[in-house]
């Protein structure tokens, strides 16, 4: 019996052997401790979306952790980015008039290159995120748009974090 009661702290400590905290970076981004987000591009038509593209990867940078956020001149790498497409898609039309949306789903693409900051030639990861976000059409279309696109922006970025921060 005390065997047994010796033998269960053993068996409760063990189960929890392979659960590891932190750490989690793909091993080609080991090295790297902070990354520089300059101002991304934007090949959109929507005016000042860069910025916000920017702000929102940066914020998504701050929350995960797992990389800090420095200048160019101080950073182990450089994030480029542009703001690539800003769709939109009905998801509800009007009862009566099919082709009138009510409700619309707005969808950002971000296409982003991490590169060494060392050597500006040598891509780390790449590849692209999206986010999106639901907006009903009011009288003014076009402030429900500029509202939406915030959110759509931050859940771009928490993929593109996602993505760097644990390779997935």
């Given at each position: 019996m005390?065997f047994?009661?010796?033998l269960?702290p053993?068996?409760?400590l063990?189960?929890?052997?392979?659960?590891?905290?932190?750490?989690?970076k793909?091993?080609?981004?080991?090295?790297?401790?902070?990354?520089?987000?300059?101002?991304?591009?934007?090949?959109?038509?929507?005016?000042?979306?860069?910025?916000?593209?920017?702000?929102?990867?940066?914020?998504?940078?701050?929350?995960?952790?797992?990389?800090?956020?420095?200048?160019?001149?101080?950073?182990?790498?450089?994030l480029?980015?542009?703001?690539?497409s800003?769709?939109?898609s009905?998801?509800?039309?009007?009862?009566?008039?099919?082709m009138?949306?009510?409700?619309?789903?707005?969808t950002?693409?971000i296409?982003w290159?991490?590169?060494?900051?060392?050597?500006?030639?040598?891509?780390?990861?790449?590849?692209?995120?999206?986010?999106?976000?639901?907006?009903?059409v009011?009288?003014?279309?076009?402030?429900?748009?500029?509202?939406?696109?915030?959110?759509?922006?931050?859940?771009?970025?928490?993929?593109?974090?996602?993505?760097l921060?644990?390779?997935?």
């Amino acid at each position: 019996m005390k065997f047994a009661a010796l033998l269960a702290p053993v068996f409760l400590l063990a189960s929890c052997a392979g659960y590891q905290l932190g750490n989690t970076k793909p091993a080609s981004l080991a090295k790297v401790k902070s990354i520089a987000v300059p101002m991304f591009s934007n090949s959109t038509l929507h005016p000042r979306a860069e910025a916000l593209a920017t702000s929102a990867v940066a914020n998504a940078f701050v929350q995960d952790g797992t990389y800090r956020i420095g200048k160019s001149d101080h950073a182990d790498a450089v994030l480029e980015g542009t703001l690539s497409s800003i769709d939109y898609s009905t998801i509800r039309g009007s009862r009566l008039d099919t082709m009138l949306p009510e409700e619309l789903e707005n969808t950002v693409t971000i296409k982003w290159k991490l590169l060494d900051a060392r050597d500006r030639t040598k891509v780390l990861a790449s590849g692209s995120s999206k986010g999106s976000s639901q907006l009903f059409v009011s009288s003014n279309l076009q402030t429900s748009r500029n509202n939406a696109l915030p959110e759509a922006l931050e859940r771009a970025g928490e993929a593109l974090v996602s993505r760097l921060a644990n390779g997935y």
